[in-house]
Nanobody, 121 residues
Framework: QVELVESGGGLVQPGGSLRLSCLAS????????MAWSRQAPGKQRELVAS???????NYADSVKGRFTISRDNAKNMISLQMNSLKHEDTADYYC???????????????WGQGTQVTVSS
């Protein structure tokens, strides 16, 4: 079982920056891919950025050049550096982890509880 704890959300002015972090804890698992997604009020959840165990990254077109995803495999931690924030970045941000159970070999999926990001002047 994997528990995800997110931190770093808050209120920021347009053009500002925030850094989100997510720590995965538990035992009996090996983390594969990690990602951040977001859900704005009245909209569907969308993938913001993902990162493979080897460090390969993918970004939504809407955040390319502004957001940077990174991970620390030793700490089982993922971060999202968000720069040049816009009103439309306002959303609840969710950490996602895909992890292999060491006992069964099954690839399982886990979501954090979400952290709110509000971009407003």
């Amino acid at each position: 079982q994997v528990e995800l704890v997110e931190s770093g959300g808050g209120l920021v002015q347009p053009g500002g920056s925030l850094r989100l972090s997510c720590l995965a804890s538990g035992s009996g698992f090996s983390i594969d891919s990690m990602a951040w997604s977001r859900q704005a009020p009245g909209k569907q959840r969308e993938l913001v950025a993902s990162i493979s165990r080897g460090g390969g990254t993918n970004y939504a077109d809407s955040v390319k050049g502004r957001f940077t995803i990174s991970r620390d495999n030793a700490k089982n931690m993922i971060s999202l550096q968000m720069n040049s924030l816009k009103h439309e970045d306002t959303a609840d941000y969710y950490c996602y982890v895909a992890a292999f159970s060491i006992s069964s070999g099954v690839r399982e999926h886990y979501w954090g509880q979400g952290t709110q990001v509000t971009v407003s002047s």
